[in-house]
């Protein structure tokens, strides 16, 4: 069994040793690939120096970076998490031992039900709360945190979602596509989330906005892939 771990990164110089040092590497057949969004730091040479295989992303975007990791990724499991310290990478030989004694398809990782408060301030949670709302009224979920960017899950399953987003409603439109396929067994855990290493990238405001207009897009078939990516798609069935 060959397990990928995809990290998106940005200028992470100052956490993404750190990141990669909680990884567990003698449970699997591992590899570790950062897809990094040209970072202007020592991201990229301190990733290379720990072992990672490092993909180089020139289009912005988190959903952009994911769906090239995906692409990519060697694995039959693939595991996600940011390059910050605030998932807990040791546990990922657990989220891949559940989701292959439970059969399961995907895990995602909820952060909020033991959340460390200084980890993230009153406007991210509040945001956490409502983009979390709108998404279970609209897609009548359960879900209990609609944005962890920390997920396990088979490769195989790709195939079979439709993911439209380059931006950060990657997170929440793969727990959709994931949650209402009927042929993907899916399942939502609790994890610790912890103080990032770093600066905030988030834009709380603009990334909360595009986030809720999204999930109004995606209830109403609206939401589509770039145009680039549709191209490709053609291509690649031509070929």
């Known amino acids: 069994m060959k397990v990928s771990v995809l990290i998106p990164t940005l200028n992470e110089e100052k956490s993404i040793g750190e990141t ?23 991201t990229v040479e301190i990733a290379k120096n720990k072992g990672a295989r490092v993909i180089k992303e020139k289009r912005r975007g988190y959903g952009r970076a994911y769906k090239t990791g995906f692409a990519k990724a060697k694995g039959d499991i693939i595991v996600t998490l940011d390059g910050d310290t605030t998932y807990p990478a040791e546990i990922i030989p657990d989220l891949v031992k559940m989701l292959e004694e439970e059969k399961l398809d995907f895990i995602t990782c909820d952060r909020l039900s033991k959340l460390d408060k200084k980890a993230m301030n009153f406007t991210h949670r509040m945001g956490n709360w409502m983009l979390k709302f709108t998404m279970n009224v609209l897609f009548l979920k359960r879900l209990k945190d609609s944005q962890s960017g920390m997920w396990c899950f088979r490769k195989k399953i790709l195939k079979k979602l439709n993911l439209t ?25 609790p994890v610790e989330y912890r103080i990032r290493i770093g600066d905030i990238k988030l834009n709380t ?19 589509r892939k770039p145009k680039y990516q549709r191209e490709e798609e053609k291509r690649n069935k031509k070929k």
């Open 20 to 42: 990669m040092d909680q990884i567990p590497k003698d449970f699997a057949d591992l590899e570790i690939v950062i897809i990094d969004g040209l970072s202007k730091d020592k």
């Open 205 to 223: 405001w603009g990334d909360g906005v595009k986030n809720e207009i999204f999930l109004f897009k995606k209830r109403l078939g609206l939401a």
């Open 165 to 189: 987003s380059d931006g950060m409603p990657l997170s929440e439109e793969i727990k959709i596509e994931a949650f209402r396929n009927k042929k993907i067994k899916s399942k939502e855990i």
